[in-house]
Every structure is written in C-alpha cells, then in structure tokens.
C-alpha cells in the first residue's frame, strides 16, 4: 500500500469517527440543555428506532436494488458467462471472496457492488456497459467495485448515514414535544437550526463518499494489471456514452455507482476526453457524491506502469 492510499484509508476513518463524534457532541448539548437528564433518554430511543429502520433498509435493500433494475444473476452458461470470469480473476487479485455476479437490465452504463447478511456480496453490470467496455476495461471497473467490498464501504455508509436522519428527528421531536426548560420559541428556532445542520452534514457525508470513490479508484490500479489507464478509458468511455451530447441535462445517480455524469462536450471520443481531464483543474462540487472525472482521471495518472 502507497502512501497516498494510507491517507485516503486514514482520511476516509478519521472523517467518519469525526462527524459521528461531532454529531454526539451536538445532539448531547441539546437534549440536556432543553431536556435535562431526560433527554438522553430520547436520544437513545432515536438512535434506536432510526437504527432499526436503516438495517431493515440494509438488509432487504439488495432485493429493492434487484427489482429496480431488473437484475438477473449470471450463470456461467449464458451469454455473460465470462463476467464471471473477470470477477473471479479481480477477486483473486484482491484476496476476497468472489462475490455474485448480477446484470442490470436496465440502466446507463455503469456498476457497482452491494451487499447484506442475507444477499451476501454482489457486484452488477448495466448490460449498456458491456457494449462499450472492452474485457480489460470491464476487469480494472470490477476492481474498483472489489474496493468498495474490501473496504466495507456499504457499512460505512450505513453508520455514518444514520446522523442526517437523527439530527432530523431530533429537530422534529422538540417541535412536537410538549416538555422542555425553554419556551416554545426557542425550541421552535432550534429545530430549524437542526433542520439545516442535517443538511450540512449531508454534505459532510457527500464528502466521504468522494473519498471512498477515489480510495477504490486507487485500489483498482494497485491490483489489477494496467488498471490505471484501463480506469481511465473506462471512465471516459462510461461519461461519454451516458452524455451524448450537451442537450442531455445531469442526473442524480446512487452513491454506489461507479460514475456519475457530467455535461460531456466531446461526443464520443473517449480518448480526447482523457486528456482534457488530465490537463484540466478538476472543479470542486461539495454537492457531488462522486469526484469529477478530471480528479480521478488524474490521481489514476499517478498509477500507470505501478501494478
């Protein structure tokens, strides 16, 4: 492991403890301030309740992911039997257990890996992705997915994503409450506070993610051989194909896929493209779940010939 790998490990660690730490801290001050003693018990029935839902959520959610978009789980016979193969030799490479392989039949092209106690690991493929990527490219993709599995990302998300959702409902419980030291407008002004605070670390939490998906950008070309420049035409390849043109507007996409998209102004051209990433200034979105392709395009550079 480089250096710069061990900082995005540490920084991704560090920025979890940190927001979990500090949200803490806050929600702490407040329930005690307004509710005394008493309102750590409520903190504790949030964190609870809110807990319960979201490995509910974690543990059907595969099943959802499935029904959304129509996933259909490989066998080696069929026609994309040889995706097994890719993940299988992906996985030997990262020392994991290989996971399932599924196709997305619906969708832009893209992947990502998911995982439950009762699914087990998973790893799909729009089947819009397997027109445009060669079996090199689909390998250094499948990488990338692999780190997100290695590196418990899922899981992390599920901890730290917990916190919007309590400090909303801690905002939603003291205007609703009939019981505090203060009068109803403080606790009114209060709410509104946390309202916005839930907002705020939503965008912490966009953050980590940016820095989990550089961490399995990484991984891939550290493991897989030429998967640096294999990522990067992978990439460029995924933008522009899901962007033909600048007449198709943005879209939100989950924080598990492998891309996202951008407005594209070189139509196909994939190989153009890589390098105008390479020598552009990657602009700085802290709404973005995922880092420009500029960033990634770049930190991936650093990674050529180190396999």
Do not use: C
């Amino acid at each position: 492991m480089d250096l710069y790998s061990i900082k995005l490990k540490v920084i991704t660690i560090l920025a979890g403890i940190g927001i979990a730490l500090l949200f803490s801290l806050i929600a702490y001050g407040l329930l005690y301030y307004f509710y005394g003693l008493s309102g750590i018990s409520i903190i504790y029935f949030l964190l609870i309740f809110v807990l319960f839902i979201d490995i509910i959520q974690w543990l059907v959610s595969p099943y959802i992911i499935g029904m959304t978009y129509r996933l259909q789980k490989v066998s080696p016979m069929s026609q994309y039997g040889y995706l097994i193969d890719i993940v299988h030799d992906a996985a030997e490479k990262n020392n994991i257990k290989e996971p399932e392989v599924y196709i997305a039949m619906r969708g832009s092209p893209n992947a990502f890996a998911y995982s439950s106690p009762l699914a087990g690991k998973r790893i799909a493929f729009t089947k819009s992705i397997l027109d445009i990527l060669n079996r090199d490219e689909l390998e250094a993709v499948a990488g990338h997915e692999l780190g997100h599995l290695k590196h418990h990302d899922v899981e992390l998300l599920l901890a730290i994503g917990l916190i919007p959702t309590l400090i909303f409902y801690l905002g939603y419980s003291m205007i609703f409450s009939g019981f505090g030291r203060r009068n109803g407008g403080s606790f009114f002004l209060v709410a509104i506070l946390l309202f916005i605070l839930s907002s705020v670390f939503n965008i912490m939490i966009l953050g980590v993610n940016r820095i989990r998906e550089s961490y399995a950008d990484v991984n891939s070309a550290m493991t897989i051989p030429n998967g640096a420049e294999n990522l990067q035409n992978a990439l460029a390849k995924i933008y522009s194909y899901s962007m033909p043109s600048k007449q198709t507007s943005n879209s939100t996409v989950n924080m598990l896929m492998f891309s996202d998209h951008i407005e594209n102004d070189l139509g196909r051209d994939y190989r153009k493209l890589v390098e105008k990433w390479k020598n552009m200034k990657p602009p700085v979105s802290i709404f973005s779940d995922h880092p420009h392709p500029a960033k990634r395009i770049q930190i991936l550079e650093r990674y050529k010939n180190s396999f």
